[in-house]
């Protein structure tokens, strides 16, 4: 059975940078061919790519991964019903979101032994955990939670109602929720696989940390026995040429977000919406780790992108061997381009994987080995070039497995098994 699979491949050349630090405020790194490497992790760029959505989407098709879930339940329920003081509110969110999710939603102990010292009204409940609901699961609970205002708990242990409550929370995901799944501790069956899988990015080289030793002058230090420094202190930093890769399930994004969220709009729009998404924000976004200390706002030198067919291939085996800046020219980025150029041809090749469309793009010289792996595009020609062929695989599946067999707000059932949220 054909599938519709997204590869894609970046090279990235970051300069003195902490994108992403450990517990000791050093940037992270993994020993990999034998030699130590720079390392960023998958959760920093997926954090990265899902803060992009806020500018790339409508905040109606995205979510809200908070433990204050309870809070934001109860804004929308006032909403709908203004005459609910907050308190009522409150409690009609916590009791609707223990019904639809299986979660404690409660006080946090701490935090209400604080405020009772104090003599500080009782905080808000909160979730035990991060939990993870769209926009569209949100203002549905709301209105369900309004219509059993009278008699919360009653109104819920109703097993209709609490079918209500537990398919509201299992439908209409999000795109971030759809791409990058939701785990809910106390319900694994509303659980959400991920339909995107993102690689640790890895430098294509050697990397050593460095230790940048700085000092701060106190302004209003103008006596010469207090001269010095009013503060030093020391900062962990590396720069690298990053391969960076994910591979986005198309098949699984269409059974995470449904069909025709709109009935104005084709079937196959919201994934193909999703699909340009997830290529621009993991493309052109950057985590934010010390961006004020070093301000490494760089783009990718190169792209490249593959529809598979079968299953997806990274080729971070590439770089398996380090790749040696050459001493007359420096710089690793043009190595780096031409051991991917000979990898992917190699791995194709042996694999029959020939036919795959492909595109690239590149910026520089140092990039040019690359043209023959695909078109060459620009990201604006990029994004409508694999949303049009999405858009035509999707389309000419529904035609064979029967035009209309998935309806306009058919709700889409999380598939089984584990996740990796965001």
């Known amino acids: ?22 517990d000791t405020g050093t940037p992270k790194t993994a020993v990999y061919g034998g030699v130590r490497r720079a390392r960023v992790s998958s959760q920093a760029w997926k954090r990265a790519t899902r803060r992009a959505f806020q500018d790339l989407l409508d905040p109606a098709e995205l979510g809200v991964r908070t433990r204050r879930v309870a809070e934001l339940l109860a804004d929308r329920i006032t909403a709908v019903e203004p005459s609910l003081d907050r308190t009522a509110a ?16 409660e006080v946090p102990r701490r935090r209400a032994e604080s405020a009772k010292k104090k003599g500080e009204p009782e905080p808000p409940p909160q979730s035990s955990y991060l939990m993870f609901l769209s926009s569209r699961q949100l203002d549905g609970l709301a209105r369900l ?20 409550a537990r398919e509201l929370a299992d439908t209409r995901h999000s795109v971030d929720i759809a791409l990058f799944g939701r785990m809910v501790a106390d319900s694994a069956d509303i659980n959400v696989d991920a339909a995107a899988q993102v690689a640790h990015a890895i430098s ?33 930093f590396n720069s690298a040429t990053l391969y960076r890769y994910a591979a986005l399930d198309v098949d699984r994004l ?61 080729f971070v085996a590439a770089f398996e061997e380090p790749v040696l800046a050459p001493q007359a020219a420096g710089g690793h980025l043009r190595g780096a381009c031409t051991q991917l150029l000979s990898h992917v041809s190699d791995i194709e090749k042996a694999y029959d994987v020939t036919g795959d469309p ?65």
């Open 1 to 22: 059975m054909s599938r519709t699979i997204i590869d894609v491949h970046v090279l990235q050349t970051v300069p003195p940078s902490n994108l992403n630090r450990d």
């Open 254 to 314: 269409r059974d995470n977000l449904g069909a025709g969220l709109r009935s104005d709009e084709p079937l196959h729009e919201p994934v193909t919406r999703a699909v340009r998404a997830f290529l621009h924000g993991f493309v052109a976004s950057m985590p934010t780790g010390k961006i004020n200390t070093f301000g490494n706002h760089t783009l990718p030198e190169a792209v490249l992108v593959t529809l598979r067919s079968a299953r997806p291939i990274s």
């Open 145 to 164: 939670a309004v219509e059993g205002a009278d008699d919360i708990k009653s109104f819920l242990k109703a097993k209709e109602n609490k079918d209500r």
């Open 358 to 422: 492909s595109w690239v793009l590149r910026v520089g010289a140092a990039t040019e080995p690359l043209t023959a792996l695909g078109t060459e595009v620009s990201l604006s020609g990029l994004l409508d070039a694999v949303g049009m062929a999405v858009a035509g695989r999707l389309e000419a599946g529904a035609l064979s497995d029967g035009a209309g067999a998935v309806p306009a707000q058919a709700p889409a059932r999380a598939a089984e098994g584990k996740n990796q949220p965001a």
């Open 90 to 105: 409150l409690a009609l969110a916590a009791e609707t979101l223990h019904t639809a999710t299986g979660s404690k939603i």
């Open 204 to 236: 294509v080289h050697q990397v050593e940390n460095e230790s940048d030793y700085y000092t701060a002058v106190d302004d209003e230090n103008e006596r010469e026995e207090e001269s010095g420094a009013g503060m030093i202190g020391t900062v962990d």
